[in-house]
């Protein structure tokens, strides 16, 4: 049976360019979308693709483990989202319907926004590598860092539902996250980011099931 | 033999969990966390650190003794024997009056395991922990600000935003420093440190223009949990900030006694004492004026005189009370009147003239209007700026003057005798205040007074704690 370092070397070809370009478009993708299945898909290959650079910088068991802690934060997401959207499903109040035509005009205009926005970011990011490149770590890594940054920021910064925020707040802290494990590579630093990190998800998990307890007027009215 | 700071992890803890098990008894809750933080408060501030003392049977705790935890040392230093002694005390008042009030009994849980966390961070070194420690708890309390059955606090998911945010500066800015202690030619590490600690900083304690949040949990979360979050939660990063200027001294040249901080100050209380003037809902009114505190409090960083460390220990030390009060008679009042917009809040103050005062001597404290525990520090803050800058002082004074404004026009809007009648009498005759809430909150507002007649008893404490940051104090 091959071993975790066995299935990596496999797959390193991937663990530089290829990573980086797979950590932009699903900050894109997370960016833009509005479909919790999408978003969550998205993050899951993101941290896959995280988990890929990391293994550059630091011990594979290391990486291995902080992609776990990812892939657990989107089981959370997964399942309260996947709640959420039976609890809202029984709720719906069919008379709606007529204002559908009108929503989907809405939703493509937010998203053509918001695909500017995000490109404009990946602009910035590629500026901020080439200008300020971050100490210890190769090119190809800073522009992975400044674009997780950047996108996870934007991502944060134009939602409001918890669950999206997390998702902006985590990738952000992901950017982060590969930078710092070159600077200080102690365990215990990483076993309490990895806390921050699922703390941040059960947190947006909680405010979202309160989110659903709320009463529909109330939640109106705020 | 138990080590205290073990004692101090531990024991919070453990009732912090047993706490939230008994969740449903919210007063018994409430009496055990007040009851652990008191006398784990008392613990810190009186038990001593160079010998063990035998406690109950026949076991021996020595406070002063080390622990080890992943390999990381905690150890008590003078300064974190006095900031833990701080936050446990305060925590036991904020729990006494959220107690008698029947705050929601996460608040209790969520608190208790904070301080344990908070203590955690003022112990360990290297300042790394400490920061991820303060992360965690910050992450944590938002589930004690959200408030039951309502939409998600937007000043939670904003704090909880703000916290993320500061993360990263916190962590850098420790290897920027240990790599300036070995190249110090290099000062550019040194202006990069200052300037990325500065920032996050300024994220956590909620400084100009990053303060959106302070005033989001007091407007939409739980009054007590917002407190908490600004009193013990805001105290603890000043503490780790003092930590940072004492573990590395290079720092404080850039940003204690600096102009620019001074400037930020005045204009930070400025803008709190303009914008809590206009305000009509009780908790945002309560956020601006905690912005103008912090501002004061920032100025008094900034300032060039020796007792600036003694001053802004001072507004730690009596912030809590005034908020505290006015936590309790917000809560008391949105209660009755359901949510704390204006037209619910008509008149309300005739029907509950007690809660209503409650807020009022509470919200002058934190404008540090005279006879209250907040003058004791501004009165003394003005003349340390006076003496520098007249019209700084003078801008200071109006910003208090600026909360006083915005607590008028609560009292009047409370007190509007057009309104008396829409409220609902069925809701007031069916939650009055038992005899022993009206004990507390009493003898907390009489507290309040006090320490404001009588400072002599309060003031000295602050400079024998500032004596203990040794390096800071110089």
């Not at chain 2, 007063?27 to 007040?34: E, K, M, Q």
């Not at chain 2, 809590?276 to 900034?302: E, N, P, S, W």
């Not at chain 2, 004990?439 to 907390?444: F, M, N």
Request: net charge neutral.
């Amino acid at each position: 049976m091959p071993t975790l370092a066995d299935l990596l070397s496999r797959i390193s070809f991937l663990s530089a360019m290829p990573a980086v370009v797979g950590i932009l478009l699903t900050g894109i993708v997370l960016v833009v979308s509005r479909e919790w299945h999408l978003d969550v898909l998205a993050l899951i290959l993101q941290y896959f693709c995280v988990v890929l650079l990391l293994s550059r910088l630091t011990q594979i068991e290391v990486a291995a483990v902080k992609g776990l802690i990812g892939w657990m934060i989107c089981m959370v997401f997964y399942l309260t989202e996947r709640r959420a959207g039976e609890t809202e499903q029984d709720s719906m109040d069919k008379s709606i319907e007529p204002s559908a035509q009108s929503r989907r005009w809405m939703i493509s205009a937010r998203a053509s926004f918001s695909l500017l926005a995000s490109l404009m970011t990946t602009v910035v990011a590629y500026t901020a590598a080439l200008r300020i490149p971050l100490p210890e770590v190769p090119d190809d890594i800073s522009l992975a860092c400044y674009l997780l940054a950047g996108l996870g920021l934007l991502m944060a910064g134009m939602s409001q539902s918890p669950i999206r925020i997390a998702m902006g707040l985590l990738t952000f802290l992901s950017g982060f996250d590969l930078f710092f494990v070159v600077l200080e590579p102690s365990l215990a630093v990483a076993g309490l980011l990895g806390v921050v990190s699922f703390l941040v998800a059960l947190t947006a998990s909680f405010l979202r099931a309160t989110e659903l307890d709320t009463p529909a007027v109330e939640a109106e009215s705020i | 033999m138990i080590p205290g700071a073990f004692l101090i992890l531990v024991v919070p803890l453990a009732v912090a969990g047993i706490g939230y098990i008994l969740g449903q008894w919210r007063r018994l809750t409430g009496l055990l966390a007040t009851v652990t933080a008191f006398m784990m408060g008392l613990a810190i501030a009186t038990l001593p650190l160079d010998r063990p003392v035998a406690f109950w049977g026949g076991r021996e705790i020595a406070m002063g003794e080390a622990v080890d935890i992943l390999g990381r040392e905690l150890g008590f230093t003078p300064s974190a024997r006095w900031s833990m002694a701080f936050i446990f005390f305060a925590a036991a008042g904020i729990f006494l009056v959220a107690w008698a009030v029947h705050a929601h009994s996460l608040l209790y849980s969520i608190g208790l395991g904070s301080l344990s966390l908070l203590c955690t961070a003022l112990l360990i070194r290297p300042l790394i922990y400490a920061a991820l420690l303060v992360e965690i708890v910050a992450i944590l309390s938002v589930f004690a600000l959200q408030k039951e059955g309502q939409s998600p606090s937007r000043g939670a998911i904003q704090f909880l935003t703000f916290s993320i945010l500061a993360l990263p500066g916190l962590l850098v800015t420790h290897w920027l420093l240990e790599r300036y202690a070995l190249t110090p030619n290099e000062t550019s590490l040194l202006s990069a440190a200052a300037i990325l600690l500065a920032l996050s900083f300024a994220l956590l304690l909620g400084i100009l223009p990053f303060h959106t949040w302070v005033t989001g949990i007091t407007r939409d979360s739980m009054p007590f949990s917002s407190t908490f979050v600004l009193t013990i939660g805001q105290s603890t990063v000043w503490f780790i900030l003092f930590a940072f200027l004492e573990t590395y001294p290079w720092l404080t040249t850039y940003l204690r006694h600096n102009p620019a901080v001074l400037t930020l100050g005045v204009t930070m209380s400025a803008v709190g004492g303009v914008l809590a003037a206009g305000q009509r809902r009780l908790g945002t009114l309560m956020g601006y004026a905690v912005l103008a505190d912090t501002g004061c409090i920032l100025v008094a960083f900034g300032i060039d005189a020796s007792s600036s460390l003694s001053l802004m220990l001072l507004a730690l030390l009596v912030r809590p009370i005034g908020l505290t009060l006015m936590a309790a008679g917000s809560a008391k009042l949105t209660d009755w009147g359901l949510n704390d917009s204006s037209d619910k809040l008509k008149g309300l103050g005739w029907k509950h003239p007690l809660s209503t005062g409650v807020y009022i001597v509470g919200g002058m404290s934190l404008a540090g209007m005279p006879i209250t525990a907040g003058f004791v520090w501004r009165w003394a803050l003005y003349r340390s700026v006076a003496v520098q800058n007249v019209g700084q002082a003078f801008l200071l004074l109006l910003s208090s003057c600026g909360v006083v404004a915005g607590l008028l026009r609560a009292a009047t809007l409370l007190l509007d005798y057009s309104g008396k009648s829409d409220v609902p009498s069925a809701t007031i005759t069916f939650r009055v205040w038992e005899w022993s809430t009206t004990a507390i909150v009493v003898l907390a507002t009489l507290g309040c007074i006090g320490v404001g007649l009588w400072p002599q008893r309060i003031a000295p404490l602050a400079t024998q704690i500032a004596a203990s940051f040794t390096l800071l104090v110089k």
